[in-house]
């Protein structure tokens, strides 16, 4: 295990690797400046996203020879976290794009599927996705929508229940029945170009918090181009990486935001301890404890991590035990981030509850909560429960 991983786990907010490091100074220099603005305006958080691309973030997951970063899923949890620190929807559009563009370096074998990857390496295309639905909601595994394939063009209709900056995006990934006769698991995974591509807004997003993400829900309308489709069935996709780095990016966003809220509660008892030399501040016993909780949340992810890379290498991601191990780290990093937000709160004190103060937790507390539903943390308690009912170990 490399020192940088190691100091990954254990070390405090700081930026180790390469990746990691140009998310860190993107956070520093830009989302987090940027990141009340975007939050009171719920809008795009647009310097962010072009200081990526100048970064070249979003192609870090791409393999070296499709023109990407070669970067592993533990440097993109670490760049995530990082940027989460400082500014949730930034981090969350460069976490939604790369699963996207992981699952076209794993998936997307088909020659033009190979070609479109080099293009958003090539270009930073931002890749968005609207894999939720009105009428089944998280669960992804099932669609109402089918591809309609015997005319040309192809067409598909979705009710897409939510599309992350998908006004933005520069294509949108999703998944349909193969055709409206197809059962509802039998899938198929495709790319829309966003010149092929109509968004009618369904609903706003006017959020409690994570308002920079600009998920409205749409009524997306597309012509769809047969090399396209994945060769792959979304249900082998989504078991084999998508899944699995979908539960890891995310979690990486949360525990960015605990820590974002830890740094503040931090600042607050060093100021207080520089003004009473000598004495201990009351909240920085409170500050220690959250520490170790910290500790604790990036321990677990970035053991994720080495776990899927290694799973991902011997290609044996249909195991029962990681996807109880992933909802869990999910559910867990939401909560964290949710109960450090809070924590933080108690040891700023009024500083921290009023709005206008550099100690406030006003967007960290609203961003918090959105990760205790995207996707719902009772869901996966509940899809755990099922499989350790008829598993004979924990
Ligand atoms: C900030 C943000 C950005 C998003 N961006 C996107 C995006 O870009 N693309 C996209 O496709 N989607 C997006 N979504 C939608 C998201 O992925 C989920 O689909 C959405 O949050 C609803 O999923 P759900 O399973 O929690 O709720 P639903 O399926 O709508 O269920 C509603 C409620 O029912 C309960 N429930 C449901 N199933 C169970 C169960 N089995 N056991 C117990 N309780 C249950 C839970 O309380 C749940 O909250 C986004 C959501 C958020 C918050």
């Given at each position: 295990m490399n020192r940088e991983v190691i100091d990954g786990i254990v070390g405090s907010s700081e930026a180790q690797g390469e990746w990691e490091r140009r998310a860190w100074a993107i956070g520093v220099e830009v989302a987090g400046p940027n990141s009340d603005d975007v939050d009171r305006a719920a809008r795009y958080p647009r310097e962010a996203v072009d200081a990526m691309r100048e970064a070249r973030l979003l192609s870090a997951i791409l393999p070296e020879d499709l023109g990407g970063g070669g970067a592993s899923c533990a440097d993109l949890v670490g760049a995530v976290r990082a940027l989460a620190t400082h500014c949730a929807s930034s981090a969350l559009v460069l976490a939604m794009h790369s699963i996207e563009a992981f699952n076209l370096a794993r998936h997307g074998t088909s020659p033009q599927l190979r070609e479109f990857t080099r293009e958003v390496a090539s270009k930073q295309l931002l890749l968005a996705n609207a894999n939720s639905e009105v009428g089944v909601g998280g669960d992804v595994g099932r669609s109402i929508c089918a591809l309609v394939t015997d005319s040309e063009p192809w067409t598909l209709e979705k009710q897409a229940l939510a599309i992350s900056y998908g006004e933005w995006a520069d294509a949108v990934l999703t998944m349909a029945r193969r055709?409206?006769?197809?059962?509802?698991?039998?899938q198929v995974y495709v790319v829309i170009r966003k010149s092929d591509v109509t968004l009618e807004p369904l609903s706003d997003w006017d959020t409690l918090g994570l308002r920079g993400t600009c998920s409205r829900g749409y009524l997306l309308k597309a012509k769809v181009d047969p090399g396209l489709v994945f060769p792959t069935p979304f249900a082998t996709i989504a078991n084999d990486g998508a899944g699995q780095v979908r539960q890891l990016l995310l979690s990486a966003v949360w525990v960015g935001i605990a820590e974002g809220a830890l740094l503040k509660a931090h600042s607050f008892v060093r100021a207080a301890a520089r003004r009473a030399i000598g004495t201990v501040p009351p909240g920085a016993r409170r500050v220690s404890e959250m520490a170790g909780q910290i500790q604790a949340g990036r321990s677990l992810l970035v053991t994720s991590a080495l776990r899927l890379s290694t799973l991902l290498d011997t290609g044996d991601l249909e195991n029962q035990g990681f996807t109880i191990a992933l909802r869990n780290l999910k559910v867990t990093t939401s909560t964290l981030g949710v109960n450090i937000a809070k924590e933080a709160l108690e040891v700023c004190g009024i500083m921290g509850y009023k709005r206008d103060t550099p100690y406030s937790l006003d967007r960290i507390i609203r961003d918090a909560h959105g990760g205790l539903i995207m996707v719902s943390n009772d869901r996966y308690l509940h899809d755990n429960a099922q499989l350790l009912l008829i598993s004979k170990r924990l």
């Open positions: 055709s409206p006769e197809a059962a509802e698991t039998d």
